[in-house]
């Protein structure tokens, strides 16, 4: 069987980005910082539109706004961490921002129409050119390397970041450098589903992770391991359902493996209960 290029592309770009979603979800998942990542999903729609307006390469907007963004949530806030309040400041002016600059775009002349809007708002994984999926997964392969490399100690930080700061781990530097790589990611992330549903894609294996172990590191590890499964399962959907959006299927399974283990951990812990209460009688 010859697969068509363009799912050879989609499996590239896809599986190398959604290894780094797994591994950066899982932290955002542990270090509470959902919001931001639902934050950042919205920036990526403001900086890709923006760069359109200006009439340069979306992919320059997507990493400049979601880095420059995300290092500037975390200045804003504690430690190195956005909190709640400065995340809610900046949202709605943002999301405002974004709809100027979709609106700048569809009317300009060089503009004849929203799909590029569209693109950015449910992805374009099944597009992508070759050389779009190489780069893709270069740069997903650099996130993935670099969470890596500073896990241990933003676990450490993640766990307790007042004893992390007092043991001398530079608790803002890292802060500042996790949420570089959350907005990275959150870029990457916006050409395979889309501005609008990346936030599936960081939090539902993540989720998932946890949901199936305690083990930090074995949950950073199945974290990526779903997210990659899932890639794979929703192209693989979409390719055989056209009328599926790959996005779509995409977060359809990831959804579903979460609703899953969540069923699987509440189904077991009862039967935990009564298996004490017997072995104590």
Known sequence: MTWPPFLLHALLAGTAIAA????????????????TGDALSHVAFTGALAALALGIDERFGLF???????VALGALGERGRADDV???SVFAWILGLGVF?????TTSNSAGNGSAGVNVLFGSIFGL?????????????????AMVAIARPLLFTSIDNAVAAARGVPVRPLGYGFLALVGATTAEASQAVGALLLLGLLAAPAGTAQRLTTRPYSALLISAGLAVAEMW??????????????SFAILAVATGGYALALLC???????AVRSRFSSRR
């Open 20 to 35: 780094a979603a797994g591994l950066v979800g899982y932290f955002v998942v542990l270090r509470a910082q959902v919001f």
């Open 64 to 70: 400049v706004a979601t880095i420059g963004v995300g």
């Open 86 to 88: 400065v995340i809610g």
């Open 101 to 105: 600059f979709l609106t700048l775009y």
């Open 129 to 145: 050119s070759l050389s779009e999926a190489v780069t893709a997964a270069v740069i997903a392969a650099v996130i993935a390397a």
């Open 233 to 246: 399962a929703g192209l693989a959907l979409s390719y055989t359902l056209p009328t599926l959006p790959p």
């Open 265 to 271: 951990t509440r189904c077991r812990a009862p039967a």
